[in-house]
């Protein structure tokens, strides 16, 4: 599998594949790749571009791939969360990929994988998982450069952290920011702190960094930023339940980086993290939290406790047993 720099790369060298799997959870590269794509291989895209459901018949679909384009290099099929399964290959799918056709292009955009697609020679998969946050730094100072506009790397990392890595909240913050600031401005932490809302998968790595740190009057006001921004209790303890839980694998896995960015289906500066972050407690005190979590969800759903408090007294209960 390709990375979607290798995609590019490859694009602008003139090299050409049939099909296209865009695979991963950034939805910012997937819709990319098929943006460069049309760009490319499609001219009058009203008479030769041609979405379909993922549920589409395999005759539909092979019907679409086998027509000729009208005044355009290529006719483009686009489907979106497309598994096929191998009855559905040997309806004439599987036919079409030994031999495709040079005159047209299926461009596949899913979140999940497909492994079954990637067997054939004609299919082009890219990579569309999160960034590293080094690449992430690097796209965001390029932007605002072209904007006349300066920011430093760890202001830039910051940004790419409260956005949780994800390229489309990372590209509209940074347009934002940009706007804000000015042409010939600087974009400084305050202004990320001012202007960016942090994703709630942040704000749980900070609360739980900062118990870690003993920083016990820090975690509780992240939990309150939290529920002032409009995030339900049930749904904040479900994130602490998910987070404690895979700090407690990486501790007892005893898996290395590498290892539990597989696992995690993270990259490994995502896993390096965790890791750092369960060195901070006690095996016994994961395993703890864990439960405390679990009895918490419960008294909560069963309505035995408030659940604005049956937050505060869960975080309390976690610090309190470090």
Excluded at 9 to 21: D, H, I, P, R, W
Excluded at 22 to 34: A, I, P, S, W
Excluded at 151 to 172: F, H, N, P, V, W
Aim: hydrophobic share 40%; net charge neutral.
């Amino acid at each position: 599998m390709q990375s979607y720099t290798e995609f590019k790369n490859q694009m602008e060298g003139g090299a050409t594949f049939s099909v296209y799997l865009f695979e991963g959870e950034d939805v910012f590269f997937r819709e990319r790749g098929l943006k460069l794509l049309i760009n490319k291989f499609v001219e009058n895209p009203e008479l030769n571009l041609v979405v379909l459901d993922g549920d589409t018949s395999a005759a539909d679909l092979t019907a679409s791939l086998n027509g000729y384009p009208f005044m355009s290099p290529k006719r483009m099929t686009v489907l979106r969360e497309f598994y096929p399964k191998q009855d559905y290959l040997k309806s004439g799918l599987k036919e079409y990929l030994e031999n495709p056709s040079d005159c047209s292009i299926l461009a596949i955009l899913n979140q999940s994988p497909c492994d079954a697609l990637k067997k054939f020679n004609s299919v082009c998969a890219v990579n569309c998982s999160k960034a590293d946050v080094s690449l992430l730094v690097k796209w965001i100072k390029a932007e605002c450069g072209r904007a006349n506009v300066a920011i430093d790397g760890e202001t830039a990392k910051t940004l790419a952290e409260y956005c949780s890595s994800d390229m489309t909240r990372i590209e509209t913050e940074t347009l934002k920011l940009i706007s804000y600031v000015g042409t010939g401005g600087t974009i400084k932490q305050d202004d990320i702190d001012q202007m960016v809302v942090r994703d709630v998968e942040y704000k749980i790595y900070e609360m739980t960094d900062f118990i870690g740190r003993k920083k016990f009057d820090k975690a509780l006001a992240v939990i309150t930023d939290m529920m002032s921004k409009g995030e339900t209790p049930q749904r904040i303890i479900t994130s602490v339940y998910n987070y404690f839980r895979r700090l407690l694998h990486a501790a007892i896995s005893g898996k290395t980086v590498p290892e539990l960015a597989a696992a995690f289906g993270v990259k490994e500066f995502a896993a390096r993290k965790t890791k750092e972050q369960s060195d901070m407690f006690k095996k016994r005190a994961l395993k703890s939290a864990v439960d405390i979590l679990t009895d918490t969800d419960y008294k909560i759903k069963s309505g035995q406790i408030d659940a604005i408090e049956g937050v505060f007294l869960t975080v309390f209960k976690i610090m309190t047993d470090k």
